[in-house]
């Protein structure tokens, strides 16, 4: 996929549901590692990749995992695959988007971790 996701994105301002503050503004073409390829539709709200203000320091909100972050929102809303491949998937995109491997594996154990946090929340 062609890299220009800063002209993709439209920010909206005030509190949205569950943070979904912007707006894809044109499809975003991926293939999974299954092979499948998918298409993030024009005006998908998404959270980018959401962490709390206090971390931006270490997980900044921007950066070049931002592809894998929209495409993990956009898996989760189709409710087809179950959280560990979401973010399998958001991993092996940033791992070809973003060179830094280390926030790689930080924010995929981030994910899994909050994915166990809302299975145990749920039983």
């Avoid at 998918?38 to 270490?58: C, D, E, H, K, Y």
């Avoid at 921007?62 to 989760?76: E, N, P, S, V």
Wanted: hydrophobic share 45%; net charge positive; proline share 5%.
């Amino acid at each position: 996929m062609e890299k220009r996701i800063e002209t993709a994105l439209i920010y909206r301002k005030g509190k949205q549901p569950e943070g979904r503050n912007w707006i894809v503004k044109e499809p975003l073409k991926f293939t999974l590692s299954t092979g499948v390829k998918i298409v993030v539709p024009a005006l998908f709200a998404t959270a980018l990749s959401s962490s709390p203000r206090a971390i931006w320091g270490l997980f900044p909100p921007f950066g070049d995992f931002i592809d894998a972050a929209i495409l993990h929102d956009y898996l989760l809303t189709l409710k087809v695959y179950d959280r560990a491949f979401c973010a399998r998937e958001m991993l092996n995109r940033s791992m070809h988007d973003n060179k830094n491997r280390l926030d790689n594996w930080a924010r995929f154990l981030a994910v899994r971790a909050y994915d166990f946090y809302i299975n145990r929340k749920t039983k």
